[in-house]
């Protein structure tokens, strides 16, 4: 029954998508996002994080790098992840921020407010957020140091969410200004950027 109910809310996914409107982003940095996902351009300096999720388990993109639905102006990524699923530090640092006090969720602008989030700063200066957890569901305070693959929280649907999912993205701060940037996973076939609908397991370092 569970996996037919996942079965179930990736194609609710999926036909919400495709009701969704057809514009996209005029956003400079979505150009060169498509044309490092085509290999187009290619990548090999910047940091490889690890998936936000445990060694072993695998999750699926369901909305990805300035997609068509929630994504237009966002260099974010959606994974379908249950409630309660462990979340985990996609790489090293501090605790900036947790909210963990709403309660409600849902397709309505009344639920932004309610969306459970933990901010973590890395060496070099670039935050990563992890959004949409459960009530109560951070494992970590403001000011404690995590290490990468660390348990931090439990997936949720807080905030503005229409199914259970994790919510993340990177920001660096350029010319005193902060931006979205897209960033490269570890994965089981070497160091890539993940595409929507694109389901990935968690391999560690191997």
């Known amino acids: 029954m569970q996996k037919k109910n996942n079965y179930i809310s990736i194609y609710s996914c999926i036909v919400i998508l ?3 409107s057809c514009s996209v982003s ?3 940095m979505r150009k060169e996002v498509k044309q490092l996902l085509d290999g187009t351009i290619a990548d090999d300096t910047s940091y490889v994080y690890a998936l936000p999720y445990e060694e072993g388990k695998s999750f699926r993109v369901i909305q990805g790098y300035f997609s068509q639905f929630t994504h237009k102006e966002r260099a974010a990524l959606d994974f379908n992840m249950k409630r309660g699923a462990k979340i985990t530090a996609a ?7 947790v909210k963990e006090d709403g309660t409600k969720g849902g397709l309505k602008s009344k639920f932004r407010s309610h969306g459970n989030n933990i901010v973590i700063q890395h060496s070099d200066g670039s ?7 459960q009530h109560n569901g951070a494992l ?3 000011g404690d140091t995590v290490k990468r693959g660390q348990v931090i929280a439990l997936s949720g649907k807080t905030g503005y969410a229409f ?8 920001w660096t701060s350029k010319n005193g200004k902060w931006q979205q940037v897209a960033t490269r996973f570890q994965t089981s076939k070497g160091p890539k950027y993940l595409r929507s609908w694109g389901k990935y397991k968690n391999v560690g370092t191997k």
Request: net charge positive; aromatic share 10%.
């Open 18 to 20: 495709l009701l969704a």
């Open 26 to 28: 005029n956003n400079p």
């Open 91 to 97: 790489r090293e640092g501090v605790v900036t921020r």
């Open 127 to 133: 935050r990563a957020g992890y959004w949409h957890l």
């Open 140 to 142: 970590v305070n403001v």
């Open 163 to 170: 199914v259970p999912h994790l919510h993340f993205l990177v």
